[in-house]
């Protein structure tokens, strides 16, 4: 079945620990995007691509990087966790055009202790 | 730049009865698309419904059904028969130049 996928589902890591969130989709999607969300439910944009060897920053300032070598995978790296970065990451993509939704993961919750 | 306004931080709906979620959204695009997202709680958000900013007609998904009005920049939703599996997060967001902007979501409490 077509989908997005996200791992680890939850995770907690010490400060200091290189960290890769991992976002698979499936369904062929040229656009993926990484969004933060937090304790407030807000979501805020933190990077997207529009495609391989495309990556953009997105409207919310993260220290997190990304990559899109392959168009079904775009994994978000924290190269130093530390507190400030425990949240929910969503990861998500959509077909080319402005008139489709995204289809979202299920989230990878991150506590750094 | 867009945003999205949600000004209900909770709303709470008995059972079998409907429930309106406001929006309200500031752009200067004509052409543009909205959508309301669910979030139920430790699970994927999901679209519910999709609504064309050139389309007049209101967009209907079974149960779920939107007020559209363009010129107050408005996109309600409203959920008739409430079930509790509609208990969730509710997110409105616009789309122009294919990001979509979020609101701070409205959440949808059911009661029996």
């Known amino acids: 079945e077509a989908d997005i996928y996200q791992t680890p589902r939850y995770l907690v890591i010490g400060t200091g620990k290189k960290i890769t969130l991992e976002c698979s989709q499936t369904?062929?999607?040229?656009?993926m995007y990484w969004y933060q969300q937090d304790p407030g439910m807000e979501l805020h944009l933190i990077h997207y691509?529009?495609?391989?060897?495309?990556?953009e920053k997105g409207d919310l300032s993260s220290e997190s990087t990304v990559s899109r070598i392959r168009t079904e995978h775009f994994p978000l790296t924290l190269e130093s966790a530390r507190p400030s970065h425990t949240s929910q990451y969503l990861c998500?993509?959509?077909?080319?055009?402005?008139?489709?939704?995204?289809?979202f993961g299920s989230g990878t919750r991150l506590t750094v202790v | 730049a867009q945003t999205v306004t949600q000004s209900q931080p909770e709303m709470s709906v008995q059972e079998a009865e409907t429930v309106t979620l406001s929006c309200t959204y500031d752009?200067?695009?004509?052409?543009?698309?909205l959508f309301w997202y669910k979030q139920p709680p430790s699970r994927q958000m999901i679209l519910v419904i999709r609504?064309?900013?050139?389309?007049?007609q209101n967009a209907t998904e079974n149960r779920f059904s939107v007020n559209f009005q363009k010129a107050a920049k408005s996109f309600s939703l409203k959920i008739s028969d409430s079930q509790l599996g509609d208990a969730a997060m509710y997110f409105c967001a616009y789309n122009s130049w294919g990001k979509l902007q979020f609101g701070s979501g409205t959440q949808v409490v059911v009661t029996p």
């Open positions: 691509s529009y495609g391989v060897n495309s990556t």
């Open positions: 609504q064309e900013a050139y389309k007049q």
């Open positions: 752009t200067s695009e004509s052409d543009y698309y």
């Open positions: 369904m062929g999607h040229d656009k």
């Open positions: 998500a993509s959509s077909e080319l055009g402005t008139g489709h939704g995204y289809t």
